[in-house]
Nanobody, 126 residues
Framework: QVQVVESGGGLVQAGGSLMLSCIVS????????MGWFRQISGKEREGVSC????????YYTESVKGRFTISRDNAKNTLYLQMDTLESEDTAIYYC???????????????????WGQGTQVTVSS
């Protein structure tokens, strides 16, 4: 049984930082294409960032480029999202997502995830 568990959300002031973590079990993590999505209230869920299986290639939606950094530790089955210079527009529920096939940039396409985490709330106060 595949489990995807996020942590690290919370309340932060604008300009602050948060790091999200996602631990995956039940599949070969180093063979999985990973990504972060978010859902802002009243909007559709959108891809934020994704990373190749070995962590060499990273992809970001335009609004977070230069502020967010995705990374993974395959030895720990863990995906991270470092979020800096947070803005009120970043307030959303953030989801960790797993896809067993590529491409590396899948989260920025119409490709869907095979597994989702339960989501973690990030609230940025202005």
């Amino acid at each position: 049984q595949v489990q995807v568990v996020e942590s690290g959300g919370g309340l932060v002031q604008a300009g602050g930082s948060l790091m999200l973590s996602c631990i995956v079990s039940g599949l070969a993590f180093d063979g999985a294409f990973m990504g972060w999505f978010r859902q802002i209230s009243g909007k559709e869920r959108e891809g934020v960032s994704c990373i190749s299986r070995r962590g060499i290639w990273t992809y970001y939606t335009e609004s977070v480029k230069g502020r967010f950094t995705i990374s993974r530790d395959n030895a720990k089955n863990t995906l991270y999202l470092q979020m800096d210079t947070l803005e009120s527009e970043d307030t959303a529920i953030y989801y960790c997502a797993v896809r067993q096939n590529g491409p590396d940039s899948w989260c920025l396409t119409r490709a869907t995830a095979d597994y989702w985490g339960q989501g973690t709330q990030v609230t940025v106060s202005s």
